[in-house]
């Protein structure tokens, strides 16, 4: 494992403690668990972007086009 040294203003020091004791991990876990919760955001961000540059609208609206038409079932409004 890699050590690194951060420097952070106190007052997100505290933010980060009190939320790290809420949820009842050491600061080092919150942070590591923070970190990984921005990669997997990036990455997914990163993975539908390129999918979506694939997508062909043409295509899109044709399956659309099949969808029936009506009104919404109750609850669905």
Same mark, same amino acid.
């Given at each position: 494992? /890699? /050590? $690194?040294?951060? /420097? $952070?203003?106190?007052?997100?020091?505290?933010?980060?403690?009190?939320?790290?004791?809420?949820? #009842?991990?050491?600061? %080092?876990?919150?942070?590591? %668990?923070?970190?990984?919760?921005?990669?997997?955001?990036?990455?997914?961000? %990163?993975? $539908?972007?390129?999918?979506?540059?694939?997508?062909? &609208?043409?295509?899109?609206?044709?399956?659309?086009?099949?969808? &029936?038409?009506?009104?919404? $079932?109750? #609850?669905?409004?």
């Amino acid at each position: 494992m /890699t /050590t $690194l040294n951060l /420097t $952070l203003p106190n007052s997100i020091h505290r933010h980060i403690q009190e939320m790290a004791d809420l949820d #009842g991990v050491p600061v %080092s876990q919150f942070i590591m %668990s923070a970190v990984i919760e921005k990669i997997s955001a990036l990455t997914a961000e %990163s993975y $539908l972007r390129t999918r979506s540059d694939r997508a062909d &609208p043409a295509a899109f609206q044709a399956i659309l086009a099949k969808v &029936p038409q009506r009104a919404p $079932l109750a #609850g669905d409004e």
